[in-house]
């Protein structure tokens, strides 16, 4: 969800470089990756057209650029806290008093492999403040013609803990979007979500849903067409330049609306396909 206003000294609002980047590619498409900047996408380019917003003037927060993982959690943890079993654990801040979009798109990842048109990536979880919990994170990225599919997973270390994973891409704005969720969680004066969700209203949006069916952009005479296994999505088109559609395995604030809680060793996967028609 959108940063709040007055918060620009916090984390997520703080500039953030590329780094060294290398691209995949196929066919058409050409994906840039950026390992040290969240294991991001800097900018994905189809038939020479740029679909997202990249780093540059006006838009160097950490926050706000390319299409990054949200992990462990996605969006945002109210007041950076949460109760797990009966211990009560408080997270480091990062937006204002709550931790945002987890840990995963600030720190640099480990390029585990790599070809012309797929890369694997790789990130151990902290065990402090930001995250207490530990773990590791993978990501995979392939190119197949005119699709990009993305997986991540993320594998509990010694200890129980609450996850929540998705992506979080910056589209450039298109046309029309075609969008029909079949439940939206409201927000509160905080602008968190709560429940019980409720009818979808009209956008502009800035809200997360229950969604089972294909996301559709359209731009510059093409159809983008988004397919994910995640059951949550989060779509921010309040901005005239750009619109997110965030595909997440739960809902924000997720280790109390409703996050998968992972034994240890245990793993939790999703995919998320961007294919370009």
Known sequence: ????????????LAPFAPGPTFVIAGGALEVEIAPEAGGRIAQI????????????PGNEATIAWGCYPMLPWAGR?????????????????????????GVGFALPWRVEARDASSAVLSLALPEDRRW???????????IDGDR???????TAGAVRMPVVLGWHPWFLKPERLEFRPGAMYPRDAEGIAVR????????????????????????????????SDCTHWVVFDERAQTTCVEPQSGPPDGPTLGARVLAPGE??????????E
């Open 45 to 56: 380019r189809h038939a020479g057209l740029e679909q997202l917003l990249g780093h540059g």
């Open 267 to 276: 793993t939790l996967e999703a995919w998320f396909e961007m294919a370009w």
């Open 1 to 12: 969800m959108a940063p709040e206003a007055g918060a620009q000294g916090d984390g997520a």
């Open 196 to 227: 019980p969700t409720v009818t979808p209203t009209p956008g502009p949006w800035d809200d997360c849903f229950l969604n089972d069916e294909p996301v559709v952009l359209h731009r510059g005479g093409r159809r983008l067409r988004l397919s």
């Open 77 to 101: 943890i109210r007041n950076a806290a949460f109760d797990l079993d009966g211990a009560a654990h408080r997270l480091q801040a990062n937006l204002g008093a709550h931790a945002i979009h």
């Open 132 to 142: 207490p919990f530990g773990g590791v994170a993978r990501q995979h990225f392939g």
């Open 148 to 154: 990009l599919r993305m997986r991540l997973a993320v």
